[in-house]
């Protein structure tokens, strides 16, 4: 069965824009989380969504927004983009709970110049 | 202090080596501990799972668990290049929908 999609897998945008990154989970997956990768605070949590509504939250500043779709498709959104924003933004799928098995995309590389 | 906290990288072993990587942790509510393997320009996959103090063993891989110490090991047998990656430990409390806290990785390198 196919995998967790992102796109884009790469991006390049500058201080102060913003950004929507989309993913989309495994055929039959509810559970959507999302994670941001950087190499000196590893991977954290920024949200998860179960059946459109927002389950939990990570401690992102409300720059970093999400939303799923009725099909379980998510897109988060980073508003006013700080150089502190660059990062590795990884969408990860599960049937129904963040601890069932978590299949992750390959994710998305934003760069912030 | 992070509530994960995992052994810093890089690590580089000889091909057959024993491998040990470790994670302490500080709240005692976790109860279900993962590890995940990540490639290069790749999402971390599910290498395994647990959920109790103890060993639990898949091939080459062992998995285990000390809660009074608060404390995780992940030990890889006869290394190979393949298992070149970096590992990072996960735990949850596993209750309602809890979220998933991860280390931060240790970077692995196995030099044939």
């Known amino acids: 069965k196919a995998g967790v999609t992102q796109t884009p897998r790469y991006l390049i945008k500058t201080r102060g824009q913003q950004v929507t990154l989309s993913c989309s989970p495994i055929s039959g997956h509810r559970s959507v989380s999302w994670y941001q990768q950087t190499p000196g605070q590893g991977l954290q949590f920024l949200f998860e969504y179960f059946s459109e509504t927002q389950r939990n939250k990570g401690n992102f500043p409300g720059r970093f927004s999400g939303r799923q779709f009725s099909n379980s498709r998510s897109e988060m959104n980073v508003s006013t983009l700080e150089l502190g924003d660059s990062a590795l933004y990884l969408c990860a799928s599960s049937l129904v709970t963040s601890w069932d098995e978590q299949f992750f995309g390959p994710g998305t590389r934003l760069t912030v110049l | 202090q992070k509530e994960v906290e995992q052994d810093p990288g890089p690590l580089s072993v000889p091909e057959g080596a024993i491998v040990s990587l470790n994670c302490t942790y500080s709240n005692s509510a976790f109860q279900y501990f993962m590890w995940y393997r990540q490639y290069s320009r790749k999402g971390p996959e599910l290498l395994m799972y647990?959920?109790?103090?103890g060993n639990k063993e898949d091939g080459r891989f062992t998995a285990q668990v000390d809660k009074s110490s608060k404390y995780i090991s992940l030990f890889i047998r006869d290394s190979q290049p393949s298992d070149s990656a970096t590992y990072l430990c996960a735990m949850t409390p596993r209750t309602s929908y809890d979220k998933v806290i991860f280390g931060p990785g240790t970077s692995l390198s196995v030099i044939p």
């Open positions: 647990t959920y109790s103090s």
